[in-house]
T-cell receptor, first 111, second 115 residues
Framework: DGGITQSPKYLFRKEGQNVTLSCEQNLNHDAMYWYRQDPGQGLRLIYYSQIVNDFQKGDIAEGYSVSREKKESFPLTVTSAQKNPTAFYLC??????????FGNGTRLTVT | AQSVTQLGSHVSVSEGALVLLRCNYSSSVPPYLFWYVQYPNQGLQLLLKYTSAATLVKGINGFEAEFKKSETSFHLTKPSAHMSDAAEYFCAVIIRNSGNTPLVFGKGTRLSVIA
């Protein structure tokens, strides 16, 4: 079955460490997105990529980095510069002019 | 720029009662509108979408929404709530034919269903 796979589902890190969240899709979608979800704040856009080797900052890109070397993969790195990294991270993808398909998320806890 | 406002961060209804979740949008050009549902610790699933065809849109699980341009609203309804409807619901907006410009989401409304 086609879909979006985010791994791992739960991730624990010590403060000051960088951590990379994986997002893979086999839907042949062009565009991919990373959102951060915090209680009561809805979904906030971190980064998005409309084609391979290109990506744009979203509303809260500071402290995050991404790459898009392959169409099916869009990993997100949470760097030590991100002041409040503990959150639920959602990856999504879409073909042009269609609704988003979401992965099941990664819950990151930094202590 | 587009935006959505979801009135009420938490709505509680009795099983069998009407569900009404409110969404108002702001957009300078005609929008596409979406409702998504999220169950705990999962991603979002598309419930329904408005893309300029019929103003009354039917979605999955018995939900529907009506696009009202004069009120800039896209409220989500279901005639009879079921326990399995308990989840968080998000309204989202995008400009029509804007390619893959990101959706803008509301802050969400958590629906509780009381037996």
């Amino acid at each position: 079955d086609g879909g979006i796979t985010q791994s791992p589902k739960y991730l624990f890190r010590k403060e000051g460490q960088n951590v990379t969240l994986s997002c893979e899709q086999n839907l042949n979608h062009d565009a991919m997105y990373w959102y951060r979800q915090d209680p009561g704040q809805g979904l906030r856009l971190i980064y998005y990529s409309q084609i391979v080797n290109d990506f744009q900052k979203g509303d809260i890109a500071e402290g995050y980095s991404v790459s898009r070397e392959k169409k099916e993969s869009f990993p997100l790195t949470v760097t030590s510069a991100q002041k409040n990294p503990t959150a639920f991270y959602l990856c999504a993808s879409t073909p042009t002019n269609s609704p988003l398909h979401f992965g099941n998320g990664t819950r990151l806890t930094v202590t | 720029a587009q935006s959505v406002t979801q009135l009420g961060s938490h709505v509680s209804v009795s099983e069998g009662a009407l569900v009404l979740l409110r969404c108002n949008y702001s957009s300078s050009v005609p929008p596409y509108l979406f409702w998504y549902v999220q169950y705990p610790n999962q991603g979002l699933q598309l419930l329904l979408k408005y893309t300029s065809a019929a103003t009354l849109v039917k979605g999955i699980n018995g939900f529907e929404a009506e696009f009202k341009k004069s009120e800039t609203s896209f409220h989500l309804t279901k005639p009879s709530a079921h326990m399995s409807d308990a989840a968080e619901y998000f309204c989202a907006v995008i400009i029509r034919n804007s390619g893959n410009t990101p959706l803008v989401f509301g802050k969400g409304t958590r629906l509780s269903v009381i037996a």
